[in-house]
């Protein structure tokens, strides 16, 4: 049986009954996110149009995620809206990659075989998976395939900062579902905000990154 993981209702971030926004933090988090992408959107313009439509999905991806901890809504709809988006910006970054000149026949054809193993794997994660949670991860795993494949494209530092970045939001995640409930007792405090700050780090980074290679 899958476990109760519903995003967001249950991200370490108590929901506010009597407020306006559900979960404030993750809000302004997410929401800040979302108008760096767009303020990165009106600077690029000499940034190719793949490019601009990577950050512009990431921007709709950030409005919509901070919508989703401004409301909740009953039911699965924004979780699945969320893993639809995420499949949306790993397309639009490996047609960037393609229509960019960085794909190259003969050495990078392989990355359609690990792409197809990990959707593969996304798809028994959020089919038979006992833990639902896992699933958020097995959904980015695809764009992450397409980044390090693809990874000569970015500096040596930039591309340190990258897996930094990913490897602790991560652990976060994973730490803040299974310690949520101890964490909470010791102390009510937004932890779900810190697990995005790390997630939007990345994102500007990378976001930046490519509009302005």
């Given at each position: 049986?899958?476990?109760?993981?519903?995003?967001?209702?249950?991200?370490?971030?108590?929901?506010?009954?009597?407020?306006?926004?559900?979960?404030?933090?993750?809000?302004?988090?997410?929401?800040?996110?979302?108008?760096?992408?767009?303020?990165?959107?009106?600077?690029?313009?000499?940034a190719p149009?793949?490019?601009?439509?990577?950050?512009?999905?990431?921007?709709v991806?950030?409005?919509?995620?901070?919508?989703?901890?401004?409301?909740?809504?009953?039911?699965?709809?924004?979780?699945?809206?969320?893993h639809?988006?995420?499949?949306?910006?790993?397309?639009?970054?490996?047609?960037?990659?393609?229509?960019?000149?960085?794909?190259?026949?003969?050495?990078?054809?392989?990355?359609?075989?690990?792409?197809?193993?990990?959707?593969?794997?996304?798809?028994?994660?959020?089919?038979?998976?006992?833990?639902?949670?896992?699933?958020?991860?097995?959904?980015?795993?695809?764009?992450?395939?397409?980044?390090?494949?693809?990874?000569?494209?970015?500096?040596?530092?930039?591309?340190?900062?990258f897996?930094?970045?990913?490897?602790?939001?991560?652990?976060?995640?994973?730490?803040?579902?299974?310690?949520?409930?101890?964490a909470?007792?010791?102390?009510?405090?937004?932890?779900?905000?810190?697990?995005?700050?790390?997630?939007?780090?990345?994102?500007?980074?990378?976001?930046?990154?490519?509009?302005?290679?």
């Open positions: 049986m899958s476990d109760p993981y519903i995003f967001p209702f249950t991200t370490c971030e108590r929901k506010n009954p009597d407020g306006f926004v559900a979960q404030p933090y993750s809000f302004v988090v997410n929401f800040m996110t979302a108008m760096v992408l767009l303020f990165i959107l009106g600077r690029a313009k000499a149009p793949a490019a601009m439509l990577v950050v512009g999905l990431l921007a991806f950030e409005l919509w995620h901070a919508f989703s901890h401004f409301k909740h809504i009953s039911g699965q709809m924004q979780r699945t809206v969320i639809t988006l995420v499949y949306f910006i790993s397309a639009a970054f490996l047609y960037f990659i393609v229509s960019s000149g960085v794909y190259e026949d003969a050495q990078d054809r392989w990355v359609f075989f690990w792409i197809a193993a990990v959707v593969a794997l996304d798809a028994a994660a959020l089919t038979f998976g006992s833990e639902a949670h896992w699933s958020v991860i097995t959904g980015v795993l695809v764009f992450v395939c397409i980044l390090f494949w693809f990874r000569r494209i970015f500096d040596a530092v930039t591309l340190a900062a897996s930094v970045l990913i490897v602790i939001g991560i652990v976060m995640f994973l730490l803040e579902k299974k310690y949520c409930t101890a909470l007792k010791w102390r009510v405090l937004p932890y779900h905000a810190i697990v995005e700050i790390v997630v939007s780090s990345f994102i500007a980074l990378f976001a930046y990154s490519l509009a302005f290679r």
